[in-house]
């Protein structure tokens, strides 16, 4: 069969989709990847077929422009617990913030040109990371199957299930739908009548551990939208191990990693690395800092500021690193935070309040396995205090252990790849 993945131009959307993609196409399906310009060569280092499509976004020009404002983005907080919203925050929330300022300027681009090829390639299925509302327009506009991938914490159903809640306590509000509106005037452009599944896809396949799912989770406030289960893989890039990994610590190993997407949105981190690393030095371990070429050079102009127990490093391959490591301090990524809990790794997490990342620190914490801070809270004595705790005392690790192994648990990629064939030969039918 034909699938075609499709995201709007943004890696850590994309990679969190690569290995189901590496799935289908070791089954024996032709598998292409259609995104904006600007990820090509992410997609094409992957080992995967791209389709440059459209124009790329501007989300990055927008959130600079929010920035120059004094805002931190957007002001509609999606890891805000939709329940606690009325009808009037979450209407302004789609209407002032969401549709108009994220979701248009991130799909209008490649609409068109992504409808394009699938009319022409014909997919049988369309696979779309969940803000790439333009693959659930083209799917149904060539009559493929298709379905949602999150690469995170599902906050989009879970607000849209919120709205279909209060919807139903009031049909009339259905009318003033900003998403449906815009959905629906690009769907009927195409011969397409809008219905929720280009707002939800036909299903979803999830790789987050039902267990660190907020209470709000979409399978309990909208339980009629299917979701299939799928055991998350670490996907990074290319990996290379190092030769001083291939040795066994001489002390516990912390892994230290705030992202890549805060210096390409920000222009920096939640909180600067220096004084993260003030609070390392008095730790007894061995700290592992990854950084980007640019991000080692600032550090090292800077005299004294790497403590003797920190290695700062290249890229390492995490899922290589997360086996040898007693705990992390890191940014609340879900993509990192997915991979130490695989591991069994406790975290100590430094969140910003951006997309899931505080919600990844409040159930960690309510876990047992880690800890949570804000940015202004994270001073060298609270970030060594955390720390130690992590190290010092086993119940964070039993905890991460235990949600490891629901995770390995899940359906692996394979497994799901021979059941989205059943279900694209079940559609044909």
């Known amino acids: 069969m034909r699938i075609l993945i499709a995201t709007f131009a943004e890696r850590t959307h994309f990679i969190g989709m690569v290995p189901l993609a590496w799935a289908l196409r070791a089954a024996g399906h032709e598998v292409r990847v259609a995104s ?22 501007l989300l990055t020009a927008i959130l600079g422009s929010a920035r120059r404002l004094g805002a931190a983005g957007p002001a509609f907080d999606l890891a805000a ?30 609409i068109a040109e992504l409808t394009e090829f699938c009319q022409w390639w014909r997919p049988d299925l369309v696979l779309w990371e969940p803000l790439t509302y333009a693959g659930a327009l083209a799917a149904e506009a060539c009559g493929a199957l298709h379905a949602r991938v999150p690469f995170a914490l599902d906050l989009t159903a879970r607000l849209r299930a919120r709205w279909l809640r209060l919807v139903a306590e009031d049909p009339s509000r259905s009318a003033e739908d900003p998403l ?34 907020p209470g709000s989770y979409p399978e309990r406030e909208y339980p009629e939208h299917e979701r299939l289960a799928m055991r998350f893989v670490d996907y990074n890039g290319r990996a ?21 997407t805060a210096p390409e949105r920000t222009g920096g981190y939640a909180v600067p690395i220096p004084r993260l690393l003030e609070a390392l030095a008095e730790v007894d371990a061995e700290v592992v800092l990854p950084l980007p070429e640019a991000g080692r050079a600032a550090l090292g102009a800077v005299p004294g500021a790497v403590p003797g127990n920190v290695r700062v490093t290249g890229f390492v391959p995490l899922h290589a690193l997360a086996p040898t490591c007693a705990a992390f301090v890191n940014h609340g990524g879900a993509s990192t935070v997915c ?37 202004d809270e994270a001073t060298p004595r609270a970030v060594r205090d955390g720390l130690g705790r992590l190290l010092g005392e086993p119940g964070f690790r039993e905890a991460a252990a235990r949600i490891g192994a629901e995770m390995r648990a899940m359906p692996a990629p394979t497994e799901v790849a021979a ?5 694209v030969a079940e559609h044909r039918s």
């Open 36 to 57: 904006q310009p600007a990820l090509t060569g992410v997609v094409a280092e992957s080992g995967l077929t791209a389709v440059p499509v459209g124009r790329d976004h």
């Open 81 to 110: 617990d939709p329940g606690e919203l009325d009808w009037d925050q979450l209407r302004k929330g789609y209407a002032e913030t969401l549709v108009p300022l994220w979701w248009k300027p991130i799909n209008e681009p490649m």
């Open 180 to 213: 449906a509106r815009w959905l629906g005037a690009r769907a009927a452009a195409r011969g397409v009548e809008f219905s929720e599944a280009l707002t939800l896809g036909r299903f979803t396949i999830d790789a987050m551990p039902p267990s660190v799912r």
């Open 240 to 260: 290379v191990l190092p030769g001083w990994l291939r040795r066994e610590p001489e002390r516990p190993r912390v892994c230290l990693t705030l992202g890549t």
């Open 339 to 375: 991979t130490g809990l695989l591991y069994g790794v406790p975290q100590l997490l430094v969140t910003d309040h951006y997309f899931d990342e505080p919600l990844w620190g409040e159930r960690l914490t309510e876990l047992g396995a880690g800890l949570a801070l804000r940015p």
């Open 419 to 423: 059941e989205l064939a059943r279900r």
